[in-house]
């Protein structure tokens, strides 16, 4: 797992550190990391110099350098990677500059030219290596004023590698927003602790590969804000197949979905589930969304339901909503569903009817909710627009108003229980934005909550997987290449022992 902390924090730590540590001495720990990265880049042959030496020597390294610290962590990387033999210019953006800094790297051997200097910033920029962007980190707030907003526009489209310092200069490190102008990195270099806006998409896609360097700040952080899953977690919320399971140990998923009107969401749903590692799965719907998902999944044991599920038999947890209708019915039957005290998953169509009927939420069994941004935006009473700009806050203050695991899906998924840090899902694909893509969802975290996992955990763990199955899907079969074809739900669906597989390995 990978934690994050908002800048409060950041800020609590550094000040409990820094008294314990002679002036200077925190950002000189930052910088040290920070050239270090630079000189692996320039040495791997992926920023700069070819041939033979380190790589460091005669590159040209071009800082962006803010008013701020950030700006000093900058110069004094600058300093150390001019004393390997590289060429740097700092170009000087802020109303201010870290005098330390700026001092250390002219002693090195580096020049420094004002952002106001003619042509002679954008032609250093052109002509670079690798550019670090110092131009703001923890202390940006709001859309980046000029000149480093046209700074940030020249470094993102120049050909050398950019490495962003704590974070890229435009990118909130709270949220994730960015409102105008920001700098696109390839590496992002952040220190102490990861940001919660390096998780969270549009920060997370600007940020590129991120590597954290300690400083120590360690033992003075206090909770994290947000966290991001790795294959290994994920592998550890699975329920696991031991050998002497038999069907109903792996957990048995009830699934209410589909109506007469609507049932590719139930065979979609079914098969999340089913692929999820169900030992069994049963399937409560009208007449012809049974047929359907009996045609497509011989192993679902289905009943016909009409306004009662007390012929369905023995289930571990509940996934309703997917294509089941808003009407009257519907709402019966989940309000059934919902009574019952067993985890219950709600998606579509049942979000809808929590939204006239949130009092069926006031249950004390684990509830997963998987609404996208305007489902969401419906049951906190505003606008999706207002959900999409602050997916964080949304998805914490859901988890508390409607006494439910919140998953949020969209471009970054987010996932939110209450008092706890929220966890962000890294394996999403913009290919998953296709119809039914969350029907599978659904299924799928049906199936790990019917085996026992808590919610938090069969929702971070679907959303991991099922990303993975999108990209998976994307891809095809070819080992190595980047090209990818559009996908459909089922493609999702037959992607997912695929994507299991790489928690294995
Ligand atoms: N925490 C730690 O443990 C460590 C932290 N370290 C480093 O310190 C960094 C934080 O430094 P920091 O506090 O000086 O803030 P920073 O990000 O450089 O910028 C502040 C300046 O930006 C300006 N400004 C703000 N918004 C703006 C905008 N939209 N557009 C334009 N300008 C804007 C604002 O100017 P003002 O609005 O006041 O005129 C203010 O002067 C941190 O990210 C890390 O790199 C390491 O050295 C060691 C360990
Ligand atoms: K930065």
């Not at 998409?201 to 954290?212: I, N, R, S, T």
Request: aromatic share 4%; charged share 20%; glycine share 14%.
């Amino acid at each position: 797992m990978r934690y994050a902390h908002e800048v409060e924090k950041v800020r609590a730590a550094e000040r409990a550190l820094m008294a314990r540590l002679p002036e200077g001495a925190l950002m000189r720990r930052a910088a040290a990391g920070l050239a270090s990265v630079c000189a692996g880049l320039l040495r791997s042959g992926r920023a700069g110099v070819t041939g033979p030496g380190d790589g460091v020597y005669g590159a040209e390294v071009v800082l962006l350098v803010g008013s701020g610290d950030n700006g000093g962590d900058a110069l004094y990387a600058g300093e150390r990677l001019a004393r390997r033999g590289a060429r740097v210019t700092a170009i000087l953006a802020g109303s201010k500059t870290h005098e330390g800094g700026l001092a250390a790297l002219r002693s090195a051997g580096g020049r420094a030219v004002e952002a106001g200097d003619g042509d002679r910033p954008v032609r250093a920029i052109e002509a670079a290596d690798l550019i670090i962007d110092g131009m703001l980190g923890i202390g940006g707030r709001g859309g980046l004023r000029e000149p480093y907003a046209t700074l940030a526009g020249h470094a993102s489209c120049a050909i050398a590698t950019l490495v962003a310092c704590d974070l890229p200069s435009g990118v909130d490190a709270d949220t994730g927003v960015v409102s105008g102008a920001a700098v696109h990195a390839d590496v992002t270099v952040t220190f102490g602790t990861y940001k919660p806006g390096l998780f969270v998409d549009p920060g997370a896609e600007h940020a590129g590969v991120v590597e954290l360097v300690d400083i120590g700040l360690g033992p003075y952080l206090s909770d994290p804000d947000a966290c991001l899953p790795q294959a290994a977690d994920v592998d550890l919320w699975t329920p696991q197949a031991q050998r002497e399971s038999n069907k109903y140990r792996r957990g048995v998923p009830g699934v209410l979905a589909g109506s007469e009107t609507f049932t590719g969401a139930a065979v979609l749903s079914v098969g999340g589930a089913v692929r999820g590692g169900a030992g069994m799965v049963r399937f409560a719907s009208a007449r012809h969304s049974v047929e359907l998902v009996r045609h497509h999944w011989p192993e679902a044991v289905t009943s016909v339901v009409e306004d009662s599920l007390s012929g369905v038999g023995r289930v571990n947890a509940w996934v309703a909503g997917p294509g089941m209708g808003t009407d009257e019915r519907a709402e019966t039957l989940l309000g059934e569903v919902l009574a019952t005290d067993l985890p219950v998953l709600v998606d579509a169509d049942g979000l809808t009817v929590l939204t006239r009927r949130r009092d069926l939420l006031g249950r004390s069994a684990p509830t997963v909710l998987t609404p996208h941004a305007g489902e969401l935006a419906r049951l906190l009473g505003t606008d999706a627009d207002q959900v999409e700009a602050r997916r964080l806050e949304h998805v914490r203050r859901a988890a508390e108003e409607l006494n439910a695991t919140v998953l949020l899906k969209g471009s970054t998924t987010v996932i939110a229980e209450a008092d706890r840090p929220v966890r962000v899902n890294p394996t999403g694909t913009p290919r998953l934005a296709t119809a039914g893509s969350g029907d599978v969802l659904s299924g799928l975290i049906g199936a790990f909550l019917a085996g026992g996992a808590a919610a938090i955990d069969a929702a971070a763990a679907g959303a991991y997987l099922h990303g993975l199955a999108g990209r998976l899907a994307a891809a095809g079969p070819e080992p190595g290449s980047d090209a990818e074809a559009p996908i459909s739900a089922q493609d999702v669906v037959d992607a997912l022992p695929a994507a299991f597989r790489t928690l294995a390995g």
